[in-house]
């Protein structure tokens, strides 16, 4: 069984042992696998169009035989030309895809070299530290949202891992247009902003620190998230320039991680 | 195997095929099921409590032998007098469950009789119209937002089902807390909200749709939210008062329809 690609006729990739296969269940059920080998997986077209578009290191692209005619026309022929095209059978597809309606297209990516959080930071930019966060849907949506209010970067500090596919998925291909800061150290996160003059603002819950809606978030600042369920630990807001709450009128004072994330990115942009 | 409560020995029941068991996963598995039975199944510790709280119609609680030693008795002694209470095997609660980490407690429930929309609004209320919203986890989130920042009410029109496991879950227990009218027609929305003087906002991606951010929502108004994917059809957001948008600043005009819903109840909270 083959498959006319570029004047070349391509093999059906048809057994889950085959090596470019193999590579990429492993990738895509392993954190350690990715963390080894500095790649991870992509699935679905739009998210795939994106990570072209946006110049992401994509490696290998499996097409199902189904998905190859509806989608590889529209993938960008110029942008293609350092990318392995691999055909696989629908009944592969189905088998190592992720998702209940699978498109049958799938990626394997670099994952980018980590920037330097101390020569990149901009000392007049907004930016976000996770600290600790641990669901990976929350880290994909707050990802996705900074990405539409325009915040400078995310910077993440013990959280949970980047490029599970559960994140990237959840970012809606965000991943690869906000500026991104994996994995920093805590006490590195403050050096760097001292160093550049970043106020800190610690979000916690407390009616008595400072309310977020008269908060001017004047000049270069960044909000500092918690963990879920237990918020961020003392040591860490009290070396922030400021403790900063979301004041609730309603029956309870707790929001998703996520959407209480959202609603500050939503007002730090719009000061 | 019997178990002591409340100075009588209980049966543990351990088959799947018990008549209490087989309407439990009836109810959780099945729309349909709950429609008809006007009934609805819970699971977990906090939800459970905070439904009989709540004064919620609780009709049955299942223990597992190790969840009844660990959570019986913090369970308000004087609310469960209407409770049937049970005990279940822990192998069956592991069955039964749909959570990866069973807390090994379930109720099942009544559906609340639906409130009258045109009897129950508040002309000076603050509501969230979702009409054809379709992800139980958006559902979910936006009823628990709208318990923190004090919406008057979340009203459901043509959206996804209310009662499954899914939706309740997400909402963390606010589901009982926060006013919810299920399956409105649209247009008795909009002549409700005529009739008591209630402005509606249509929430639409549009660059020349009103700011967000300016908006006043003065007096009783209303926020209509649509579609994941599609947003509001036009003939609903025509009827509406005013059309309202999320100003991105960021490279996308896209939010998911949870975070966006959540920052406008966030911003119509605030005036």
Redesign the interface.
Known sequence: MSIRESGVFLDVITSKENPSIKLYTKLSGSKKERKNSRMYVLEGFRLIQDAIKENSAVRQIFFTESAYDKYYSELSQVDLKEVKVLIISNELGIRISCTEKPQGIFAVCDIPEPESLEKSLDAKGKYVVLHQLQDP?NLG?II????????DGVILSESCELYSPKVIRST???VF??KIFENCDIDNIFRCFDKHGIKSYAAVVDKNADDL?TCDFDGGCAVIIGNEGNGLPSDVSERCTKRITIK?????????A??AT??IM?EM??K
């Open positions: 849907g949506m996705r949202t900074a990405d539409a209010v325009g915040v809606m291909g965000s247009r906000v809606r609730m009128t309603g029956h309870i004072n707790s929001l998703n996520a959407m959202g609603i939503w942009s719009g």
